[in-house]
């Protein structure tokens, strides 16, 4: 069952974009949507129709696993960005991912741009409930991976007590690092 325990369904954040619109990255040096990681993920997002969020993220020669294919480990990592990004921009709530889990239904091959769209499930007090499907090349395309996920709601007090302090003092010297951020910081 599937979310496994009764939820709501909020409406998203006022303050979410309008369907279409890009987003950018949350930080500059995360693995998965930052630009100053070199051989990061480059995850792309913009906003879909009601509760989804789509994803794109082209697999390259630094993600292969086996020859000429994507590694799996790395192929989760873009689906807990797709699914990160999902939970935060639409309730601007900052959150950390408890449970994910994947099936990996195709290869990928080097070379694939896979287009994960996410949504929103549910919530169910702090727990959130979010699902993926990731198709190859194109938003009509095979499927290649599906995942769900279970992110938990946290105060900002989490990544300040547990974030490395040269992390944490970099961004208060350049809050620009920081490209959104959840803005009701206190759940
Ligand atoms: C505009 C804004 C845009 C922002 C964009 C941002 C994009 C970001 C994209 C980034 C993407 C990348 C994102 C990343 O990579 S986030 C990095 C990877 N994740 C972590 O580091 C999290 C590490 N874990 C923890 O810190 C704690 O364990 C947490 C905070 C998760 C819970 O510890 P806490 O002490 O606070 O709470 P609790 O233990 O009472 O648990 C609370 C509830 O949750 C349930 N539970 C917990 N775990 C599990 C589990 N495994 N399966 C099933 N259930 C689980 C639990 O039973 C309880 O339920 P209930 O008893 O109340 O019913």
């Not at 991976?145 to 003092?169: P, S, T």
Request: charged share 25%; aromatic share 6%; hydrophobic share 40%.
């Amino acid at each position: 069952m599937w979310p496994p325990v009764a939820v709501e369904l909020p409406e998203r954040h006022e303050d979410t974009p309008a369907p279409g619109t890009d987003l950018p990255p949350h930080y500059a040096y995360c693995f998965g949507c930052g630009d100053r990681q070199e051989d990061g993920l480059h995850l792309r997002a913009s906003v879909g129709e009601g509760q989804r969020i789509r994803s794109r993220f082209t697999v390259t020669e630094a993600h292969q696993g086996a020859p000429g294919l994507a590694h799996g480990g790395l192929l989760a990592c873009a689906f807990d960005e797709a699914l990160g990004t999902t939970v935060g921009n639409l309730l601007r709530r900052p959150a950390v991912t408890g449970r994910l889990e994947t099936d990996f239904l195709r290869p990928v091959p080097v070379g694939t741009t896979l287009v994960i769209d996410a949504r929103l499930d549910g919530v169910a007090g702090r727990k959130v409930y979010v699902s993926a499907e990731g198709r190859i090349d194109a938003e009509d395309g095979p499927v290649a991976v599906r995942a769900r996920a279970l992110f938990v709601l946290v105060e900002l007090k989490h990544f300040i007590d547990n974030g490395r302090a040269e992390d944490l003092r970099a961004v208060a010297a350049d809050p620009s690092l920081l490209g959104s951020r959840p803005v009701e910081l206190n759940p």
